[in-house]
T-cell receptor
Framework: DTGVSQDPRHKITKRGQNVTFRCDPISEHNRLYWYRQTLGQGPEFLTYFQNEAQLEKSRLLSDRFSAERPKGSFSTLEIQRTEQGDSAMYLC????????????FGSGTQLSVL | DQQVKQNSPSLSVQEGRISILNCDYTNSMFDYFLWYKKYPAEGPTFLISISSIKDKNEDGRFTVFLNKSAKHLSLHIVPSQPGDSAVYFCAASASGDMRFGAGTRLTVKP
């Protein structure tokens, strides 16, 4: 059990550029979640996958955001045409079916849009 | 819409004393409640949870109390230790996504 891994840890980009983040969940976990956290706030739900199926998307996830989990293992979160308001910590978490509420979080990717 | 609220952004207690962190929620459909702890530069880590069919769950120094009629839960840490200093998030689930409060920064002074 190596934990949830996220890459990169930090990303600085210019407004209008596209960025992609990667998350590797704990290997036996079939649920994978993406959250966003801004300063002074708790994590905000973005979307989650059960295996490769994307089961729920928050209204926070505008059409500039897309998430995939092609083989039910790692996941990517892409933000197109980044805006300064996208600057945040993007957290990935995973869990087992049957223990869905017990999320294991990665250390996050800190995005700064200049 | 803030369905989970932690109204105290910070709390400071003396080592050895009790820490009480509070959380209120608005959605009566929530059926599972959790507390997560977060250190700087790390993701939140699960601490303790409680199902809506219970009113208390204890794990070592940590106890979570749930008052469904008041839509309120609290986390008690006894005795508090300096290593408990962190940000504590309350979370609630109603199948599917989980909603988090804004967090309370606990500082335990030696």
């Amino acid at each position: 059990d190596t934990g949830v891994s996220q890459d990169p840890r930090h990303k600085i980009t210019k407004r209008g550029q596209n960025v992609t983040f990667r998350c590797d969940p704990i290997s036996e976990h079939n649920r994978l979640y993406w959250y966003r956290q801004t300063l002074g706030q708790g994590p905000e739900f973005l979307t989650y996958f059960q295996n490769e199926a994307q089961l729920e998307k928050s209204r926070l996830l505008s059409d500039r955001f897309s998430a995939e989990r092609p083989k039910g293992s790692f996941s990517t979160l892409e933000i197109q045409r980044t805006e300064q308001g996208d600057s945040a910590m993007y957290l990935c978490a995973s869990s087992r079916t049957g223990e869905r509420e017990k999320l294991f979080f990665g250390s996050g990717t800190q995005l700064s849009v200049l | 819409d803030q369905q989970v609220k932690q109204n105290s952004p910070s709390l400071s207690v003396q080592e050895g004393r009790i820490s009480i962190l509070n959380c209120d929620y608005t959605n009566s459909m929530f059926d599972y409640f959790l507390w997560y702890k977060k250190y700087p530069a790390e993701g939140p880590t699960f601490l303790i949870s409680i199902s809506s069919i219970k009113d208390k769950n204890e794990d070592g120094r940590f106890t979570v109390f749930l008052n469904k009629s008041a839509k309120h839960l609290s986390l008690h840490i006894v005795p508090s230790q300096p290593g408990d200093s962190a940000v504590y998030f309350c979370a609630a689930s109603a199948s599917g996504d989980m909603r988090f409060g804004a967090g309370t920064r606990l500082t335990v002074k030696p």
